[in-house]
């Protein structure tokens, strides 16, 4: 008897166990109700070599104590005790996700609500540890949020165990606690844990809400303990300069590598989380000016082909240094470009309309939102010939050429909060701010600035650039130290520059493109066009006597203009405008008009609509790698089931779904080949493991698989270990060029065969091979079908392509009869992309788009 089928037995008059939902390192979770009060709990059982180490009496004994626990942020324990050998204890089944699950969709928190949360923890914590429990095992996986609110769970549970089973734990392999949040003393296995180690914990848990890694991280358990015990954390302020010093400060603090370096109670942890009185450590004053530090803009402008005609190609001269980069979409309209971000990072200004290609004008309306999903303002409408907006240092206006609607062309300044746009110049090919009233101007061609005063439109002063025989391309003003950088030619060498505000050239570096001044004032951003139009970003140092020292180093690369529509930094990385393609999964039904289910921030592929038509799995590339989300199908957040590397491509629903097989794909000697396939939700189980050069296709009622060769000529019956039940040929004249799809029953495999513009319809069955005809469809003008789904209503349904993508799904009578047009697709679904329920009536599908838009990357 299983141990499932034990507890089932055992508990049959107090609780009814409907499914696993989970497990951890120390017990199995199973979803039940309590009999007597008809209420869902979470049935916890311990892992039977632990509960053979620990012993029943012992562990119950522990494990009372947790139960006078009564706090509004920990999860109480309901019941506890010993089913047929089984250790079980019994608490609140909670509707809501864990911490982790937050995290691994979001990566980082709002401040605020991080730090709320790291206050509810700690009055739990402050609470237990007066009864004098200690948790010893905080981590995101352990806080559950309810109706946004934290609850602390299996409190006090680790104690229980580690003080029942003594020294005779180390035989099970287990380890009290996460690396990634334990403190020094109990990762070096001190035996005396107090309040302090908690403390400890709480403090990396915040540290990962706020920066999206915990502070110590290592390839190994090893690794990661070595630098918990050994290294500083880095300072989160440097991670997330908006970060308020007395936050830094509190987090740091509760990191101590001593304990009694640490608060002496969860509630001073709390406290100095409050307000800055209590930030008076060594991170108090550090991060003011971190998080004031300006960061220009890099110009749209910087980004067009053609800075110079005879420009020879890239040069190979500057490495790269590997980063991490996540990327969030900001704009959905698909007419955003042209971003400028302000000096402190808190607004985004872009232009919204249609555009003549990047770089050039543009006829729509100047936006500016906060960041990072702030609601998009217009403060110009309807204007004309938009190009390149930037910021005044203090983020209270943006200057930017225009024509508004019923005005004249010019350089104009325009109020972030809105109002009337004040023109400051009629001509204008270079524009800077020099500092927050005051507007640097050269004419396109010439090597003069002027200096314009925004209030009142006059020329406060002038400077030539050297001897006056440069052509300026670009121009960027340091208000800190009232410095140029500019980017010309002089007779046929284009520089980037140096000069003072009077004029005086400091330095010159030949460059192969022109630039900016970064924000820390202290370096230029020049950007290089190199051969087949793929330019790259460079930083090189300035001195504060205005020379260049040493030699630029490579920022970003890769970067195309005929694809990027813009581009400007962030205190963390940047804000790029993509006219690149991007996919999205959308979702349709019959009779209804499509929804976007995804939003692309990343690329979707593989959508698979469940059974029940409730939910979509998709793969998504995410900062990991390629994983396997789920989403409702009547919309709602997506819910991330793996977080690795895997090179996946195809997510299959198993036919109860409520699993999901992950098909992992490895380079083969005959291409990609599945070589595992997992199964997922109710926990990570192998599901098969594949010959080469056969992928699962679909799942059957009876639990076997189906697995098609991937040169199409061969189908096997695989069973759930594996193991190929049997393999069928399939004949020349039966090749699918025109999709398969398994039968409602599982028994045979319909094969569509395209020839001559006639797509004939075979069905195989998988018990031996023996072939029928099924509908015989004779050709369709100017279209391509693609068979989709064998559906339960008896018909096949097929996409049909019409020009350059499919635009609508038909159907025919599986035993023959005449193809008919079902529905039209509200959206452009990718043929071979488009997965339909069982009874034909809903589906999802991937959508590419290349309309342009703008992304926020972070670099870490």
Known sequence: MSDLERLIAALADRYRIEREVGSGGMATVYLGEDLRHARRVAVKVLRPDLSAI?????????????????????????????????????????????????????????????????????????????????????????????DGAALVTDFGIALAVSQAGGTRLTETGLSLGTPYYMSPE????????????????????????????????????????????????????????????????????????????????????????????????????APAARRTRPRRWVPAALLVAGLAAGLAAGRALFRSTPVHETRTRLTFTGDASAPAVSWDGRWLAYIRGQCRGAGSSCDGDLVVQELPRGTPSPVVVGASALTSPTWSPDGANLLVWMRPAGGEAGLYVVPRAGGVARKVADDAGNYDFADDRTVAVSRAGGSTVWLVDISSGQVRDSAVIGDGRWVLNSLSFNPANSLIAFGGFHGSTYHEGIADRRGRILDTLSTLGGGGWDGDGKHVLIFELGSQSVGRLLRVAVSGSGRFSGRPVEYLGGIRPDEWTGFSLTPTGYVLGDAGQTADVWVFQRGGAARRLTHSSSWYSGPAISPDGRAVAYVKLDAWGSNVYTAPFAGGAERPLTADSGARQLVRWLPDGREISDIVLGSGGRGLIAQEVWGLETGLRRLASLDPGFVIYEWRPDGTALALEINGRGVAVVDSIGRTLRSLSIADSLVGTSGSSLSPDGQELALAASRAGRTRV??????????????????????????????????????????????????????????????????????GQISLARDGQSGACLVYDDRPDLWLVERK
């Not at 050998?85 to 089944?93: A, S």
């Not at 237990?128 to 905080?138: C, K, N």
């Not at 072939?771 to 018909?795: M, N």
């Not at 499919?806 to 990718?830: D, H």
């Open 186 to 285: 109990q990762a070096t296995g001190d035996r005396q844990i107090d309040a302090r180690s908690d403390i400890y914990a709480l403090g990396a848990v915040l540290y990962e809400m706020l920066s999206g890694d915990p502070p110590h991280t290592g390839s190994t358990a090893q690794a990661v303990i070595a630098a918990v015990v050994t290294e500083e954390p880095r300072d989160i302020a440097s991670r997330r300069p908006r970060i308020a010093p007395h936050i830094a400060e509190a987090v740091h603090r509760a990191l101590e590598k001593l304990p009694a370096d640490r608060f002496e109670s969860a509630a001073d942890f709390a406290k100095a989380l409050e307000g800055p009185a209590a930030a008076t450590g060594r991170y108090a004053a």
């Open 762 to 831: 075979f069905a195989m069955r998988l018990a031996d091979g023996a072939v029928r005809a099924l509908a015989d469809i004779p050709p369709v003008t100017g279209s391509h079908l693609l068979l989709e789904r064998w559906a339960s209503d008896g018909y096949l349904y097929f996409s049909r392509v019409i020009g350059v993508g499919p635009s609508e799904l038909w159907r025919a009578p599986e035993r023959g009869g005449t193809l008919q047009r079902y529905m039209a697709f509200p959206v452009a679904c990718r043929q």
């Open 54 to 146: 620990v012993g029943a009496e012992r562990f119950l004994n522990e494990i009372r104590v947790t139960a006078n626990l009564q706090h509004p942020h920990i999860l109480p324990l309901y019941d506890s005790g010993d089913a047929d050998g089984l250790l079980f204890y019994v608490m609140p089944f909670v509707e809501g996700e864990t911490l982790r699950e937050r995290l691994r969709r979001e990566k980082q928190l709002p401040i605020d609500e991080a730090v709320r949360l790291a206050r509810e923890v700690a009055s739990a914590l402050d609470y237990a540890h007066r009864q004098g429990v200690i948790h010893r095992d905080i981590k995101p996986e352990n806080i559950l949020l309810q």
